[in-house]
């Protein structure tokens, strides 16, 4: 594609902000400059420097924005914070718009309410249909639409995995306990993400346990291929692929004729099918609802229908937010339900919940083993202070993408902390039949 092509794409992609969405004529007209962003920015508290200050990142749009979409822009050039796009910058841009981790924490304490991961998106949009969106990034969307899930698994791996995990589950309780799969008809279609079957199972276990305790193992179901909730579109900015991938398992849910689409504990898969699908109508009217399982795991502890054995999980337990749950969604109660009714030692981070610092590997980001001196050195340098500070031996979070990038976090710098998920710490402890799991390891 010759500059003249790109600089007339780049550019009429940013001109196409003048006739979108308020909040984004919003982001390009007003700010003021005053640093706030930056002083809450995980990125920029692990290396203060220019690039890493959002504002700076939004700067690359709105200078052009401002060229060509307003009247001060065009007369005054530069004066009037105005530059045209250079597509000599591209490659420039591919870096910075992948330092940021889309976590939405500018947006929280902007006296503007000017959210950079929009802008972040939208530069990630312009990559994209460049075909500039980076190698890593662009393989794990093109596998998740070619198999339906980001690992690439079929059908025969993801039933040899639940056909382990019932196995497990029966060594260590000494009965069986089911997870269905493909039943036409349940209630409930349970949708993790895939690392919750094949890398980290103890969540989908946890969840199969309060079924079977509740009497409704025939009341729920999985997909043997639709196991993956992660959808990437919404980080690269295609929203062609984002839906596209959703599309597969809403389709699911209705050939399954459920009830309840489960989500699993993934924030950003929760994030789309809940505040972006069903909240919009993608689809039209849909014949179930979408609820997350930290959401109805916490309700039935409420409930009073569990007992719990405090002491097979004796070490300090922490809990992570994801920002897609915390800041996006306002899935914050729940998962502490769980992990106060199940943990001994719960101890919080500060600050937490809607206020809680990023990972470091947000916006897709864990999945970029190439930067991952800038994931260990730079975006998770907040974080890992932050689990410093609790003592905590065990980190709780929900969703893989966190629980990558923690594991990874805590193995680079030497910390003898595990990483885990929040029906993990349900599953260890839970009581059948008046006794807790026999536990062994599994990862």
């Given at each position: 594609m010759s500059d003249t092509n790109v600089k007339e794409k780049v550019v009429n992609a940013i001109k196409a902000i003048k006739n979108g969405p308020r909040a984004g004529r919003l982001y390009m007209e007003t700010c003021a400059k005053c640093g706030t962003c930056a002083s809450v920015c995980p990125i920029y508290h692990g290396k203060s420097e220019k690039r890493y200050n959002p504002a700076e990142r939004t700067d690359l749009i709105?200078?052009?924005?401002?060229?060509?979409?307003?009247?001060?822009?065009?007369?005054?050039?530069?004066?009037?914070?105005?530059?045209?796009?250079?597509?000599?910058?591209?490659?420039?841009?591919?870096?910075?718009?992948?330092?940021?981790?889309?976590?939405?924490?500018?947006?929280?304490?902007?006296?503007?309410?000017?959210?950079?991961?929009?802008?972040?998106?939208?530069?990630?949009?312009?990559?994209?249909?460049?075909?500039?969106?980076?190698?890593?990034?662009?393989?794990?969307?093109?596998?998740?639409?070619?198999?339906?899930?980001?690992?690439?698994?079929?059908?025969?791996?993801?039933?040899?995995?639940?056909?382990?995990?019932?196995?497990?589950?029966?060594?260590?309780?000494?009965?069986?306990?089911?997870?269905?799969?493909?039943?036409?008809?349940?209630?409930?279609?349970?949708?993790?993400?895939?690392?919750?079957?094949?890398?980290?199972?103890?969540?989908?276990?946890?969840?199969?346990k309060v079924f079977h305790i509740l009497g409704m193992a025939d009341k729920w179901?999985?997909?043997?291929?639709?196991?993956?909730?992660?959808?990437?579109?919404?980080?690269?900015?295609?929203?062609?692929?984002?839906?596209?991938?959703?599309?597969?398992?809403?389709?699911?849910?209705?050939?399954?004729?459920?009830?309840t689409m489960l989500m699993g504990e993934c924030g950003h898969a929760y994030r789309i099918m809940k505040m972006m699908m069903e909240k919009t109508g993608w689809w039209g009217e849909l014949p179930f609802k979408v609820e997350n399982c930290m959401e109805w795991t916490a309700d039935r502890i409420k409930e009073g229908h569990f007992e719990f054995d405090k002491?097979?999980?004796?070490?300090?337990?922490?809990?992570?937010?994801?920002?897609?749950?915390?800041?996006?969604?306002?899935?914050?109660?729940?998962?502490?339900?769980?992990?106060?009714?199940?943990?001994?030692?719960?101890r919080e981070m500060y600050p937490n919940r809607g206020e809680n610092w990023?990972?470091?590997?947000?916006?897709?980001?864990?999945?970029?083993?190439?930067?991952?001196?800038?994931?260990?050195?730079?975006?998770?340098?907040?974080?890992?202070?932050?689990?410093?500070?609790?003592?905590?031996?065990?980190?709780a979070t929900a969703c893989s993408n966190c629980k990558r990038q923690l594991t990874q976090l805590m193995e680079h710098h030497d910390e003898e902390i595990d990483v885990g998920g929040v029906h993990d710490m349900l599953s260890r402890s839970i009581l059948i039949n008046g006794k807790a799991a026999d536990r062994k390891e599994y990862v």
């Open positions: 709105r200078r052009i924005y401002r060229k060509y979409c307003t009247i001060t822009g065009r007369l005054f050039g530069k004066w009037a914070g105005a530059e045209d796009f250079n597509p000599e910058d591209i490659e420039e841009w591919r870096s910075i718009f992948y330092e940021c981790t889309g976590c939405r924490r500018c947006a929280t304490y902007c006296p503007f309410g000017i959210d950079h991961s929009v802008m972040t998106r939208k530069g990630r949009a312009i990559l994209d249909m460049l075909g500039k969106t980076p190698d890593t990034m662009q393989k794990v969307v093109d596998i998740s639409l070619e198999t339906g899930n980001t690992d690439g698994a079929n059908d025969v791996a993801f039933k040899a995995a639940i056909e382990f995990l019932e196995e497990e589950m029966e060594e260590e309780h000494g009965i069986p306990i089911k997870i269905p799969v493909d039943v036409e008809g349940a209630d409930y279609f349970y949708v993790p993400p895939s690392g919750d079957v094949l890398v980290n199972p103890e969540a989908t276990m946890g969840l199969a179901t999985m997909s043997s291929k639709c196991f993956d909730g992660a959808n990437y579109g919404l980080f690269t900015g295609n929203d062609g692929d984002m839906k596209k991938d959703n599309e597969l398992y809403v389709q699911e849910a209705k050939d399954l004729k459920c009830k002491s097979k999980n004796p070490q300090p337990v922490t809990y992570h937010d994801p920002c897609n749950f915390g800041r996006s969604c306002g899935i914050t109660e729940d998962p502490r339900v769980i992990l106060q009714a199940a943990c001994a030692d719960f990023c990972c470091g590997g947000g916006g897709g980001l864990s999945a970029m083993d190439d930067i991952i001196e800038f994931r260990m050195e730079v975006s998770g340098v907040k974080k890992l202070e932050q689990v410093r500070d609790t003592g905590a031996k065990y980190i």
